[in-house]
């Protein structure tokens, strides 16, 4: 048999505690709107914070060595630059870059 809860004076004692299995059921709810909360949040500062696709236009380049480029080309600022720094990456190498 199970062993009944005994009400007890709210005024005298505090409220009643949740019993174990409520409690459980209560965090998990919690951590899983947390967790949706959060992907929620992710994906939409992903779409309107992420970068869009890199655009550039080449202004020039010179052969240093057999195996080097400098490139040069012109970059606008919307303020007067301090320090600038730029960096290329991708996989499409044009066959003029590639060293034979």
Do not use: F
Not at 2 to 9: Q, T, V
Not at 14 to 32: C, D, E, F, P, Y
């Amino acid at each position: 048999m199970r062993n009944a809860m005994i009400e007890r004076p709210a005024d005298r004692y505090g409220r009643q505690r949740l019993s174990r299995s409520n409690r459980r059921w209560i965090a998990i709810g919690l951590t899983v709107l947390v967790l949706a909360i959060g992907v929620g949040i992710a994906v939409i500062a992903s779409h309107r914070l992420g970068t869009g696709a890199v655009k550039g236009e080449l202004g020039g380049y010179s052969l240093v060595d057999d195996e080097t480029v400098q490139v040069s080309t012109v970059v606008k600022a919307s303020r007067p630059p301090v320090v600038g720094d730029v960096y290329g990456c991708g996989t499409d190498v044009p066959s003029y870059l590639v060293a034979s």
